[in-house]
């Protein structure tokens, strides 16, 4: 009754009142989500702590549905790290990589199971409790189709979205928020096709493999996956996919080739019969044999397929041999199908393709009031940190409610304002055990406004691509910043990389400009870089040149409180970049500095300020 009511008032402070009867039939909702996977509820449970009207659609009758068939042999691989010998939650949440965000301290997925890659089963009953203990408001067995934006002047976007379910179900959303995730399996369009079994219905008893040879298309967790499952019974198994092995440990992408599924690379390497090459997919089609076997052939560049010449003039070729089975693991693609033609989704060029195009600030880069949260935003942050998994978009998921909290409710984003003698102890303390930052490492970044009036103001978590956008998109007054943000070394991290080389890290503070590992970096700029600098800037870079530039070393325990190796050189940057002393004091040395010098230390001033002083009010100026 409330939705139609607000639906209504809506309505009639549209301009046009004929639009308006168009516009508003059906249930209105200020936020609509769609899909209540983990991206969808963390939306959700953000939106509910501000206070904001939301329902989420989710088309099955539970919640994280994927995960009912996803990963077909149900090993989670995201790590449940249950123990890191400290107490501080949110230093815990930087090894927590499946739990949601919240409140709740038993609504942590660590008291789910004690094995480090859980069973998928568990994460159900996880998300199903996440749901109901927070009470999330999810409208299950409701398949939204037909996404249309409807002109409603009185709209904060001059648009609102509407939507039917399979039932005819108007709704109508004033912001819509896209977090179906990418489910559909990627199928290219390739000759003999038919005759490949997909990653998504293929058989999950090894008995059907006995004694087959087989080829895995594709080269992801999933092909891995696939084959260390059925590996034991076949004959051999080649995969093939257009670039080489890219493992996680090499590129720091947790999307890549993780350790746990990797045990085919051994029986490649040890020359046991299994194989992983490269070609390109695209170029090849699948032909049936008499027998009923499977043979691949190399589409020769310009000539017909009919033209079968090409790999037979050689009698070495890789996969000369007929298969029994081929399986397609090629991964998954976002599904534009809930969407009306007459909305345009666009994707990026390249391999981010399957992710529909959104900007810095996760909104659609083709429909304004649309959004996109979960795995499906991962297009901002593809192969470069964890915005794809629930790890990295329980943060961005944050990030972007605290963006629609400025942009359509007035409220900035969340800060803490302080005095400048706290600074230092303050981003010690963040670059510590702060989870976002570091889990989004190079995507989400602290940032310090400096005030003109010796204090700071501190924001967590902030887009760093949104740093030329800072105060339109916060909401906060900002012109000289620090922004603190957690990187690799640029050159460090690759496919092809030694990433254990003897000299692959350093612990001498002088040096902490060529840190590979992840470290903190504190950019200052005097004023707000421009559009145009972040544009232009060198691609290795994470941020345009700063004024002052400040590198904090690498550490082996990632604890950066060494006193001399991470504090003093820190405090030394701080001080250049504020022009002040920020050392410590205790109020006798406070007094014997006033006593003997005209200016006295910021801690000092501040000590004396508060009223915990010792002198009378002519202290600047006091001298022997
Ligand atoms: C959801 O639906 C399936 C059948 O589609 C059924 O087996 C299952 O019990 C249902 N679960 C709940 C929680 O309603
Ligand atoms: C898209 O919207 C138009 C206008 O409402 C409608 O006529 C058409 O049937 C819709 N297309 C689909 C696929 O639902
Ligand atoms: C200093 O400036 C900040 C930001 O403009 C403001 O929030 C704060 O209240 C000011 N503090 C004092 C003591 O004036």
Redesign the pocket.
């Known amino acids: 009754m409330m939705a139609l009511l607000s639906a209504y008032l809506l309505c009639f402070q549209a301009i046009t009142v004929i639009l308006c009867v168009v516009t508003c039939a059906g249930t209105y909702t200020d936020y609509c989500i769609i899909g209540a996977g983990p991206g969808g509820l963390q939306m959700g449970y953000f939106l509910q702590k501000s206070g904001r009207e939301y329902v989420i659609f989710e088309k099955s009758n539970i919640s994280g549905n994927f995960f009912v068939q996803y990963p077909r042999h149900r090993k989670l691989i995201s790590i449940n790290k249950r123990h890191t010998g400290k107490t501080n939650k949110e230093f815990n949440m930087r090894h927590d990589w499946n739990s949601l965000l919240s409140d709740d301290e038993d609504l942590r997925f660590t008291r789910y199971s004690k094995q480090m890659f859980p069973s998928a089963d568990l994460y159900l009953d996880y998300l199903r409790d996440y749901q109901q203990k927070l009470g999330i408001n999810v409208q299950f067995n409701t398949e939204i189709s037909n996404i249309q934006q409807e002109p409603c002047e009185s709209a904060p976007d001059g648009v609102i979205y509407s939507m039917s379910d399979q039932n005819d179900e108007i709704y109508k959303c004033g912001r819509l928020i896209v977090a179906t995730g990418i489910a559909k399996p990627n199928i290219p369009n390739l000759e003999g096709m038919e005759y490949v079994d997909g990653y998504e219905t293929m058989s999950m008893d090894p008995d059907d493999y006995e004694g087959q040879t087989v080829l895995i298309l594709g080269r992801g967790n999933s092909a891995f996956e696939t084959a260390t499952h059925i590996y034991g019974a076949t004959n051999l198994i080649h995969m093939v996919a257009r670039s080489r092995v890219r493992l996680s440990w090499a590129t720091h992408y947790v999307g890549d080739l993780r350790a746990v599924n990797n045990e085919l690379l051994d029986t490649y390497q040890l020359k046991s019969l299994d194989g992983v090459l490269e070609a390109s997919i695209s170029e090849v089609r699948i032909v049936k044999t008499g027998n009923g076997k499977l043979i691949l052939k190399i589409n020769e560049q310009g000539s017909n397929n009919d033209d079968e010449r090409s790999e037979d003039d050689f009698d070495n070729f890789a996969m000369r041999e007929p298969y029994d089975r081929i399986i397609r693991c090629l991964g998954f693609e976002f599904d534009s199908s809930i969407f009306n033609v007459s909305v345009k989704i666009s994707h990026p060029k390249g391999r981010a393709k399957k992710y529909p195009s959104i900007k810095y600030n996760y909104e659609s880069a083709d429909n304004l009031g649309m959004f996109v949260a979960g795995t499906a935003s991962h297009s901002v942050d593809f192969r470069k940190s964890a915005g794809g998994f629930i790890h990295g978009f329980r943060y961005t998921a944050q990030a972007l409610s605290r963006l629609l909290e400025w942009r359509y409710h007035g409220n900035k984003w969340p800060s803490i ?1 302080a005095p400048i003698s706290q600074l230092l102890t303050h981003i010690i303390r963040r670059i510590n055990e702060a989870s976002g930052s570091y889990q989004m490492f190079s995507v989400l970044a602290d940032v310090v ?1 400096l ?5 700071y ?1 501190y924001l967590e978590e902030f887009p760093l691509k949104l740093i030329d956008e800072m105060i339109e998109q916060s909401g906060h ?1 900002a012109e000289r910043i620090i922004v603190i943000n957690l990187q690799y070394g640029p050159t460090f991290s690759g496919p092809g990389n030694d990433i254990f080389r003897l000299d692959r890290a350093t612990g001498d503070p002088s040096e902490a400009h060529n840190s590979n590992f992840l470290h903190p970096c504190l950019y200052y700029y005097d004023r707000l870089p421009s559009e145009k600098e972040m544009l232009y800037k060198p691609k290795v870079e994470h941020l345009p040149k700063p004024s002052k530039l400040h590198h904090i070393v690498e550490d082996f325990l990632t604890s950066w409180d060494g006193p001399i190796s991470h504090i003093l050189p820190l405090r030394r940057y701080l001080e250049n970049v504020l022009d002040t002393d920020m050392r410590s004091f205790f109020a006798e040395e406070c007094m014997e500095i006033a006593l003997t010098q005209s200016t006295l230390p910021y801690h000092c001033e501040k000590y004396y300020m508060n009223g915990e002083g010792f002198m009378g009010s002519k202290i600047r100026t006091a001298s022997i």
């Open positions: 304002t406004i005030d003109s009036n010796d204090t103001t007054e």
